[in-house]
């Protein structure tokens, strides 16, 4: 009993941990899309850019989560911006900051 406790207790631990280190949108944002979202390598519309997302934006938020996730054929945005090791959520949540920092 006393080791499953310890054990229990040491899983409890580690996933709190966790959240506490997790990345906000801003630094993921910083280490996985701003490369050339800040460029606008390719045509990747600039954070910021309003008149470059308003169309973007006009498409809804689904659409633009798919494209975030799944990539946009005919560009060179990849899955997760290339960035396969994030969760969905993260990458939702770079969308949603991007799209704010666009209004």
């Known amino acids: 009993m006393k080791s499953s ?11 709190a941990a ?15 899309c701003g490369v050339c979202h800040d460029a606008g390598v390719a045509n ?22 798919k494209s975030a996730l799944l990539g946009k054929p005919g560009t060179l945005m990849s ?3 290339g960035a396969a090791y ?6 939702k949540a770079v969308v949603d900051l991007m799209m704010a920092k666009a209004k």
Do not use: C, H, N, Q
Request: net charge neutral; hydrophobic share 45%; proline share 4%.
């Open 5 to 15: 406790v310890i054990g229990t207790l040491g899983v409890i631990s580690m996933v």
């Open 18 to 32: 966790g959240s506490l280190f997790a990345a906000t949108a801003e630094e993921t944002y910083k280490k996985s």
């Open 44 to 65: 990747a519309p600039k954070l910021g850019d309003k008149a470059a997302w308003a169309p973007r934006i006009k498409e809804g938020k689904d659409a633009m989560y």
């Open 79 to 81: 899955a997760k911006g």
């Open 86 to 91: 994030l969760a969905d959520d993260e990458v």
